[in-house]
T-cell receptor
Framework: EPEVTQTPSHQVTQMGQEVILRCVPI?????FYWYRQILGQKVEFLVS????????KSEIFDDQFSVERPDGSNFTLKIRSTKLEDSAMYFC????????????FGSGTRLTVV | KQEVTQIPAALSVPEGENLVLNCSFT??????LQWFRQDPGKGLTSLLL?????REQTSGRLNASLDKSSGRSTLYIAASQPGDSATYLC?????????????FGTGTQLKVEL
């Protein structure tokens, strides 16, 4: 069964450093997403990406965040200057079409900011 | 703004019991509802996807129902096993907004004891 692949599985970074989280969505999917889950809290939407541009973003997704699809397979989330409160599990997901298709999630990247 | 609530927050049952997990949502304008399983520190595994036009979906010992007009879904687990122990999340894909995002509930933490 096709999978969404995320790397690294765990990243520790110092406050103020830039991090890039990487994802390889399912190859024939068209929508790509980033979600995060702070320990003990709900899974929260960050951003959706379609046709090489952001289609929706949440209030969390401020100027410190950016997304990119640099080639035909990778989808990245960059945090420019990490804060302690950015520590969370970050999930990448993809879906086939708008509307009725379900999501497939990756196994996540645990980001720890120290 | 869509709000998703799951009851109960935690549940502990002996092996073999049938159980029901509840999910409610405030905005009935949805494309679909998806149930996920999350093991501690791990990613999200899709269990069942119910389209807004459907009433239920079944997969093995799992059955999910959807009453869109009342904003409710239930996940029924038959003959529970210790391996079913995990957190179960429901998420709805809303019609409004440009990005097709999922809104998650806080989850039901299930423990099935021998």
């Amino acid at each position: 069964e096709p999978e969404v692949t995320q790397t690294p599985s765990h990243q520790v970074t110092q406050m103020g450093q830039e991090v890039i989280l990487r994802c390889v969505p399912i190859s024939n999917h068209l929508y790509f997403y980033w979600y995060r889950q702070i320990l003990g809290q709900k899974v929260e939407f960050l951003v959706s990406f379609y046709n090489n541009e952001i289609s929706e973003k949440s209030e969390i997704f401020d100027d410190q965040f950016s997304v990119e699809r640099p080639d035909g397979s990778n989808f990245t989330l960059k945090i420019r200057s990490t804060k302690l409160e950015d520590s969370a599990m970050y999930f990448c997901a993809s879906s086939g079409e708008r509307g009725n298709y379900g999501y497939t999630f990756g196994s996540g990247t645990r980001l720890t900011v120290v | 703004k869509q709000e998703v609530t799951q009851i109960p927050a935690a549940l502990s049952v002996p092996e073999g019991e049938n159980l029901v997990l509840n999910c409610s949502f405030t905005d009935s304008a949805i494309y679909n509802l998806q149930w996920f399983r999350q093991d501690p520190g791990k990613g999200l595994t899709s269990l069942l996807l119910i389209q807004s036009s459907q009433r239920e979906q079944t997969s093995g010992r799992l059955n999910a129902s959807l009453d869109k007009s009342s904003g409710r879904s239930t996940l029924y687990i038959a003959a529970s096993q210790p391996g079913d122990s995990a957190t179960y999340l429901c998420a709805v894909k809303g019609v409004t907004g440009g990005g097709n995002k999922l809104t998650f509930g806080t989850g039901t933490q299930l423990k099935v004891e021998l």
